[in-house]
């Protein structure tokens, strides 16, 4: 979809109201342009907005009023022309402290008239502040009033659900792109994403993730961006950490959906597989007074079969008694039963007290930092010289497996394709001393890492 084809919501109102503070509020840390508008000297702003999952465009129109002469109203009118003359809703901010005041009127008779749908906003509404101006407000004709704070976010998350209702043909959810699904048109296929990291917090019925999902984001001074968890059926919370944005699959939300249908067990394996297709890393939480459970190696199995980074959290660290011989009795499970996976990275910590919670995500960016690695086709040929040297190719049917070279194909997770005369043929555990040799040399623990088999001629 093009910017030209999304919804569009203008912010209107006089000045100060808290337009601008809205504006930044729904838009978030999403790349907010500035466009000129032809007809007005002043740039407007605009910027991209996602709400229960739907791309919306914001119009500010805050500022453009200093453009024209003329009474304040006049000046409103005349910026805000043609801005609500697009738009599929208006957003008509109020000051509830202030009250309504006779430009409030005035401005409010002009929008009924312009046949757009409006919505009231009693903005500066924190706590119980405004709610005779949000009363008063009835009288303006424009509906019930909404009363939110923009600058403390309350009441967000509420107008992001009345402003999806509100929009035409609002389809219900739409979905992720799975990271490693074919790309749209004009997208380079290998590049980087620019987007945040896409992290899925994942594991058994009281492994403690929605504890580590409040411990996260309590660290976390404000939550920003509209799907900073404001949004009532939300499936993704953004967080920062130093490298910039963490998006976070919400599988809390997941996990109410699923529990509609289906017994606990059950329920944690499917969110969890819906979950880790979204996301790039994925975080298993165990409860490490429990040790690994065979549910645990099974959700693991799934990670590594999609193609995603697993990072190992060792939760309920507090409540452990023998540390050490914790660690090693789940360190050791785990290298024996994910062989295909080893060094899968592992944080242990108490998401309850916080102790030990500030290392996961330096682990993830890691984790990740590992699952985009790529190997140039010399350094790779060189090593796989030697590899060939040091345990010829086997036979198959009485005949020597020619291989000939090998190149990296792509990352997320990295696959390689290795070519040679009937290469398809073979032996799974030649194939596993390669990629064991391939971690090993080029530093990729606990990824997967595919290699792709052509046979020539
Ligand atoms: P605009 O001119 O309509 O764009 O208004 P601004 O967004 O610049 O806000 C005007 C003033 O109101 C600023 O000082 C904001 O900090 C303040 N403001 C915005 N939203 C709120 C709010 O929810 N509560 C309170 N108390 N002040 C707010
Ligand atoms: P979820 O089902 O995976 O979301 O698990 P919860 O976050 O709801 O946690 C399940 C239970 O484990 C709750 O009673 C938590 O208080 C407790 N819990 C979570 N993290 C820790 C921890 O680090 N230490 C201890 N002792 N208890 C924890």
Redo the contacts with the bound molecule.
């Keep these: 979809m093009t910017s030209e084809n999304l919804p569009i919501v203008v912010i209107a ?12 509020r729904l838009v978030g840390r999403r790349q907010a342009l500035v466009s000129d508008q032809p007809g007005v000297t002043r740039d407007r702003k605009e910027g991209e907005a996602l709400m229960r999952g739907r791309r919306i465009r914001i119009i ?1 129109t ?2 453009l009023e200093e453009a024209a002469p003329d009474t304040l109203f006049g000046r409103m009118r005349a910026s805000s022309e043609s801005a609500v003359s697009m738009a599929d809703l208006v957003l008509f ?1 109020i ?1 509830a ?1 202030a009250g309504i005041t006779p430009t409030d009127a005035h401005f409010a008779n002009w929008l009924r008239r312009q046949n757009r749908p409006v919505m009231l906003i009693a ?4 706590g119980k ?1 405004g709610t005779d101006a949000a009363l008063e407000a009835y009288s303006l004709g424009l509906g019930t009033p909404l009363a ?5 976010g ?1 009441g967000i998350s509420d107008l992001m659900g009345e402003i999806v209702d509100r929009l035409p043909h609002a389809p219900r959810e739409v979905r992720h792109r799975r990271r490693d699904e074919k790309p749209e048109e004009g997208e380079e296929q290998e590049e980087r994403p620019a987007g945040p990291l896409h992290l899925a917090i994942v594991g058994r019925p009281n492994a403690g993730k929605s504890t580590l999902l409040n411990c996260l984001l309590g660290e976390e001074r404000m939550i920003t961006g509209p799907e900073a968890g404001l949004t009532r059926d939300s499936i993704s919370v953004d967080l920062h950490d130093e490298h910039g944005p963490i998006r976070l699959v919400d599988t809390a939300g997941m996990r109410k959906r699923a529990r509609v249908e289906q017994h606990l067990e059950r329920m944690s394996v499917s969110a969890s597989i819906e979950a880790l297709k979204m996301a790039e890393v994925v975080v298993l939480t165990i409860d490490a007074t429990l040790g690994v459970h065979e549910q645990d190696l099974q959700i693991a199995r799934l990670i590594e079969k999609e193609g995603r980074a697993c990072v190992l959290a060792l939760n309920k660290w507090d409540a452990v008694e023998d540390r050490v011989a914790t660690r090693k009795a789940i360190s050791d499970r785990i290298e024996t039963s994910l062989a295909q996976v080893r060094g899968i990275p592992v944080v242990t910590f108490s998401a309850l007290t916080g102790a030990g919670v500030h290392r996961l995500l330096p682990a993830v960016r890691k984790a990740y930092e590992v699952w985009n690695s790529r190997v140039t086709t010399g350094e790779l040929n060189r090593w796989f010289e030697e590899m060939l040297d040091r345990h010829q190719p086997p036979l198959v049917d009485g005949r020597r497996l020619k291989l000939r070279y090998m190149t990296q194909v792509k990352a997320r997770p990295p696959t390689f394709l290795l070519f040679g005369t009937r290469a398809e043929m073979l032996p799974d555990a030649y194939k596993r001393y390669l990629v064991n040799g391939l971690r090993e040399t080029f530093h990729m623990p606990g990824v997967p890492i595919r290699i792709q088999l052509r046979g020539t001629k």
């Design positions: 109102g006089r000045p100060n109201v808290g337009k601008s503070t809205l504006f930044n500010d805050a500022g901010c000051d402290r903005n500066k509404a924190e502040a939110l704070s923009a600058e403390h309350e």
